[in-house]
Antibody, heavy 120, light 110 residues
Framework: EVQLVESGGGLVQPGGSLRLSCAASGFTFSDYEMNWVRQAPGKGLEWVSYSSNSGSAMYYADSVRGRFTISRDNAKNSLYLQMNSLRAEDTAVYFC?????????????WGQGTLVTVSS | QSVLTQPPSVSAAPGQKVTISCSGSSSNIGNNYVSWYQQFPGTAPKLLIYENNKRPSGIPDRFSGSKSGTSATLGITGLQTGDEADYYCGTWDSSLSAGVFGGGTKLTVL
């Protein structure tokens, strides 16, 4: 059974940093591209970042580029999101999502999400 | 302001059919596959349709997807009260080199 479990969310002050993790199981992690998607309270889905299966290619939303860094450790079956210079508008539930095999930008499995709150 | 445009809400009676539109441009829907997601409050999104019109295993054939030019449509037939949820379209935008979603559509089954 495919499972994605996020962790690392919490309350952080503006300007602070946080590192999210996503532990994957039930599939060959190194074969799949992975993404982070977030959802602010009461708002819609917002794509955040993409990692190729090897980790060599990464893409970011304009809203986080230069502040967030996606990475992965295929030996540990884990995906990460390092978030720096956090702003109030980064407050959201962050989901990790597996990209369907073939890379046609659809997300076939999602984690339960981890809440990040940026507030003083 | 989302890159993809969806109606904020749609409604229909149980047993009826509803369609949800998703409008984009040549840099996203026009040249990339579209997917659709269903989300209930407080839960993670669930994939309903991928590659424009394919259903993952376990998704009933009451759900269908289509694409024409720079627009896509999700269709739901035989509406059930359990279909009340938020629905999102998504794709890749080649100009932005970024994933994009619609703003979401709240389905009410009256």
């Amino acid at each position: 059974e495919v499972q994605l479990v996020e962790s690392g969310g919490g309350l952080v002050q503006p300007g602070g940093s946080l590192r999210l993790s996503c532990a994957a199981s039930g599939f060959t992690f190194s074969d799949y591209e992975m993404n982070w998607v977030r959802q602010a309270p009461g708002k819609g889905l917002e794509w955040v970042s993409y990692s190729s299966n090897s980790g060599s290619a990464m893409y970011y939303a304009d809203s986080v580029r230069g502040r967030f860094t996606i990475s992965r450790d295929n030996a540990k079956n884990s995906l990460y999101l390092q978030m720096n210079s956090l702003r109030a508008e980064d407050t959201a539930v962050y989901f990790c999502a597996r990209e369907g095999y073939g890379g046609n930008q659809f997300f076939d499995y999602w984690g339960q999400g981890t809440l990040v709150t940026v507030s003083s | 302001q989302s890159v993809l445009t969806q109606p904020p809400s749609v409604s229909a009676a149980p047993g009826q059919k509803v369609t949800i539109s998703c409008s984009g441009s040549s840099s996203n829907i026009g040249n990339n596959y579209v997917s659709w997601y269903q989300q209930f409050p407080g839960t993670a999104p669930k994939l309903l349709i991928y590659e424009n019109n394919k259903r993952p295993s376990g998704i009933p054939d009451r759900f269908s997807g289509s694409k024409s030019g720079t627009s896509a449509t999700l269709g739901i037939t035989g509406l059930q009260t359990g279909d009340e949820a938020d629905y999102y379209c998504g794709t890749w935008d080649s100009s932005l080199s970024a994933g994009v979603f619609g703003g979401g559509t709240k389905l009410t089954v009256l």
